[in-house]
């Protein structure tokens, strides 16, 4: 079965940076899109960042400037570097099998101060 976890969430303030992990496991990883999504208490999940299997990446544009999508095809792993946070970013943060309803459990990230 395929399996996604995401690591790397927590409490940063406002301004600061996290790094977020995604290893995949159960599928062929190198030939895979895979996303980041997010979604705050009361909120519908919203797509922050996509990554294809060649490396190209796209961005929501809330988010644009401030985070990156990369990838490591030896370490089956998908990260998002996420820099200058804000309170408005606050939120769980999920790996996605881009186009799939495969997810992570997701990732706990607050920003406050």
């Known amino acids: 079965q395929v399996q996604l976890v995401e690591s790397g969430g927590g409490l940063v303030q406002p301004g600061g940076s996290l790094r977020l992990s995604c290893t995949v496991s159960g599928i062929l990883f190198t030939f895979k899109s895979m996303a980041w999504y997010r979604q705050a208490p009361g909120k519908q999940r919203e797509f922050v960042a996509q990554?294809?299997?060649?490396?190209?990446?796209n961005y929501a544009d809330f988010v644009k400037a401030r985070f990156t999508i990369s990838r490591d095809n030896a370490k089956n792993t998908v990260y998002l570097q996420m820099d200058s946070l804000k309170p408005e970013d606050t939120a769980v943060y999920y790996c996605?099998?881009?186009?799939?309803?495969?997810w992570g459990q997701g990732t706990q990230v607050t920003v406050s101060s």
């Open positions: 990554i294809t299997s060649a490396g190209s990446a």
């Open positions: 996605n099998l881009d186009r799939t309803n495969t």
